[in-house]
């Protein structure tokens, strides 16, 4: 089993989507750009997994120093992580991404941002302690 982190930014009551994209795009407060910044740094050389929109919205700049894989729901999560076994695997969302492979996350890194409007997609604390013993 490789690595299975998880790499994702909520707003002040667990927001983290809205109309596809993030709540807070086009945002220019430093935090903002620093929380984006942080996130192509830390995934870089590693394996991004994560649903399809999340995935298309990986700029072109981003697409070539890391391994970007596509999830889909008929896809068994073992066995999709089983093929990067010798790798650090980011989890990246969506939010019933993240529902699905909560059970094999050892690492959370959760950047909390200034922002307290609308969202359609939320961050769940559940998955924080969600069953499983492919975690350990
Ligand atoms: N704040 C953050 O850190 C953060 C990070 C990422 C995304 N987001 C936000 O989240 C939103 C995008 O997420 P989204 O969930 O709407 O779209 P998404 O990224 O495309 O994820 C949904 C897709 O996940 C796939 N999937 C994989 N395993 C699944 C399973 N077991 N059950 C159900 N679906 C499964 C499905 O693909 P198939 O239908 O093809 O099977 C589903 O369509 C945007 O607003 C984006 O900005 C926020």
Redesign the pocket.
Known sequence: MPDVRS?????LRG?????????W?GEQHPEFIADVAR?FDITRGHVLI????????IPEFARHDRTLF??????D?AQVLAQFSDRVVYV??????W???APFIRHWDI?RLPYDGE???W?DPQWLVAGGAAAV
């Open positions: 790499i994702c930014a909520i707003g927001q983290m989507g809205l109309n596809g994209v993030l709540p795009e996130f994560a649903g399809e929109k999340t995935i298309t919205a596509v999830i889909r729901r008929s896809m999560p990246g969302g969506g939010p019933v991404a529902g699905v492979y950047n969202a359609d997609r961050f």
